[in-house]
């Protein structure tokens, strides 16, 4: 009884370490991943881009009202006016 514990328990541990962990890359190498089409696309950094902040200038695009980019803002009435 002794003995096939032992074995059972022996086999079980063999059968666990030589599982190797799951490759999440897809083949593609480090800093890269499998894209929608198989394709692999860069993991941008693990960078997260939120959404624009109201009032900032965003260059190449303008400033950020809430709704829509703008190329120019005044002082206006205690606030803003975008044009």
Partial sequence: MFKKALFATLAAGIALTSVSAANAAG????GFHRGAYGGCRPNHGGVVVGA???G???AGQGYWDGH?????RDR????WRYR
Wanted: hydrophobic residues 30%; charged residues 5%; positive net charge.
């Fill in 27 to 30: 083949g593609c190498g480090p």
């Fill in 52 to 54: 624009p902040a109201i």
């Fill in 56 to 58: 900032v200038f965003y």
């Fill in 68 to 72: 829509r980019y703008w190329g120019h």
């Fill in 76 to 79: 206006w009435h205690g606030g």
